[in-house]
């Protein structure tokens, strides 16, 4: 740790501050003074999730009390605190998932990062894969319950900086199974873009042909991967006609009926 924060001087000056990952159980006041003197502004805590069972199964080798200690001792000392999590975890459920995100909320950390479990090559959860005994989520499911999660954290201030894996040949060539895209965070988008619309359209008890005015950056999210919205869409009664308004902005949508 030294030798690398060492590496950082004669050069600080020219960022804002450094941010670090780290474990729950490796926080305590000394490594906190230290990170505070070599210009460290943002801890962010692999807590990977909030239920005690999941982190035993998955042989996390600290507690959820760990996560909660950790987090109010790093907000005490002024650094920006991220929490980072995965979904989908070997023993864990869309509701534990669920409930420890509303645990996140409760710590209030700065940012959050969502990442679904992937099987890797030659990993404890590749033998209980194998065995049957894992079954890793699907790629809808997943994207599914990582748009509720990001709308949950978006709801009470707390910006989700990731979601999903970045993509790495390395990656690719390990990667048994699991919920994995190169576009993941577009994917759950598209699920909440879906999700806005559909209870704007009830609201409004709107059937059949409707024109939906959308933000530039809201068109392929709204019209969904491989066109997935406009089809569920279909489906449900309505023929929906995609058009970018630049006045709009993010997820902001009017309809013309």
Known sequence: MLELLDATTGYIDKFKGIRISTRPDCIDDEILMLLKRYGVTSIELGAQSLCDDVLVANNRGHSAYDVFKASKLIKSY???????????????????????????????????????????????????YECGVYLPADLDGAAELCAQLITMFEDNFIRVIRVGLHHSDSLIDNCVCGPYHPSFRELCESKIMFNILYDMLLSEDIKGECTVKVSKSGVSKMIGNKRSNLLKFKELGYDLTIIQDDSLVGREIVLRY
Do not use: W
């Not at 991220?82 to 700065?110: C, H, N, V, W």
């Open 78 to 128: 002024g650094f920006s605190l991220g929490l980072q999590m995965m979904t989908g975890l070997y023993k864990s459920s869309d509701e534990k998932d669920i409930e420890t995100a509303r645990r996140f909320i409760e710590i209030k950390p700065d940012t959050v990062r969502i990442y679904p479990t992937i099987v890797m090559k030659n990993t404890d959860l590749q033998r209980l």
